[in-house]
């Protein structure tokens, strides 16, 4: 990163044309004044005393060293302002740095619980025109939502029947994206055990101490499975002060679902899907959290930027840059110049009033 310490000075350019100006306005007249001068001064002739040789050997001799001299006398003006305008750009004190940032992070734990039992792969979402299963939604939002967050630490538990693990709390957001991209419906069984979600989501919660932990539970069912139940799960998290936002996906009732038939072949079927919204609703309450219900993919994206904007993570972002001093440069230059000049318009190119 450039920068000018004192820019200020370099206004002082502007006073150079004014002052070539002035001094070639000096010039003018004073030569102007030494023609007449000299014009009327008689000089006899001593052309008897040069021989025709002469002339020619000093002919070619003379034209050259008029030329150089010429072409010198030109630089010199050149070459003054040249140091001139180094010499105020090197007040103005050009540096170059790098710009360095200290980012201090109080990151929350989070907990993603994601149901992945049977009926997760009823197609009654959409999402850009094409019909999708519910847990295809799930990953099109959620990934957003990780993608969003900064410094805080993310697992993520899976259930169905069982519940375990699926990744550990961490701060590598392409990893947890990668990871959830390759969930698959049933991988850990048919069933439904909320409880033992959220009580392998509070172990999980315990390998990273933080000042605020929260789970976000995903489910479209009814907890049917499992040794913990929901409501315990909760009462235990409300003691550890880890809050739980729960997520009831897809509509009440009965759902599409593409079945592979083995006399017609694929084919869409309804079947009924219960959602208990009221175990969710009493866990959210229990924990200070809160219930959302979610039918479409806009109400789902909705939910997951309240809960982004409820649970901020404090950054504190200290900036400051290191600069090295360009002037020397500058400087060193300009002297070189100045003395260039110097020699040259007190020998070779030196004028004689």
């Known amino acids: 990163m450039f920068r000018f310490a004192s820019p200020l000075f370099l206004t002082l350019i502007l006073v150079i044309p004014i002052v070539f100006l002035i001094n070639r306005n000096k010039k003018n007249s004073k030569s102007v004044k030494e023609y007449n001068q000299y014009a009327s001064i008689n000089v006899s002739s001593i052309s008897f005393l040069d021989t025709q040789s002469n002339i020619k050997s000093n002919k070619n001799n003379q034209n050259s060293l008029q030329s150089l001299s010429i072409t010198l006398a030109r630089l010199l003006p050149i070459l003054k302002y040249t140091a001139l305008v180094f010499m105020i750009i ?8 790098t710009k360095k940032t200290d980012v201090t992070t109080e990151g929350i734990n989070i907990i993603l ?23 295809d939604a799930v990953k099109e939002v959620v990934s957003d939502f990780i993608m969003k ?15 375990f693990t699926q990744l ?4 590598d957001y392409n990893t947890i994206s990668f990871v959830l991209e390759k969930l698959k419906i049933g991988a850990a069984g048919p069933s439904t055990a909320i409880g033992d979600a959220v009580g392998i989501s509070l172990k999980r919660l315990e390998d990273i101490k933080s000042k605020s932990n929260i789970i976000i539970l995903l489910t479209d069912g009814s907890s049917n499975s499992g040794e913990l139940a929901p409501e315990t799960a909760a009462s235990i998290a409300a003691e550890r002060g880890v809050k739980i936002y ?13 079945i592979n038939d083995p006399i017609f072949g694929q084919r869409y079927v309804y079947q009924k899907v219960d959602i208990d919204h009221e175990t969710l609703k009493k866990m959210a309450d229990m924990t200070k959290g809160t219930f959302f219900a979610a039918e ?8 997951y930027q309240m ?20 002037y020397l440069w500058l400087l060193v230059s300009a002297l070189i110049l100045l003395g260039v000049y110097t020699v040259l318009s007190n020998t070779r190119l030196i004028r004689i009033p």
Not at 168 to 171: A, I, Q, V
């Open 90 to 97: 090197a007040l103005a004190r050009p540096q170059w740095g």
């Open 113 to 135: 619980a994601l149901d992945l039992s049977e009926s997760m792969a009823a197609l009654d979402f959409s999402s850009k025109g094409k019909i999708i299963t519910r847990l």
């Open 149 to 163: 967050r900064e410094g805080d630490r993310i697992g993520m538990v899976v259930f169905g029947s069982q519940a």
């Open 307 to 326: 809960i982004d904007n409820l649970e901020k993570t404090k950054v504190d972002v200290k900036s400051w840059a290191e600069y090295n001093e360009l």
């Open 168 to 171: 550990p709390l961490t701060r």
């Open 296 to 303: 479409d993919v806009a109400s789902l994206q909705k939910i």
């Open 246 to 258: 729960t997520i009831g996906v897809g509509k009440e009732g009965k759902a599409p679902f593409l």
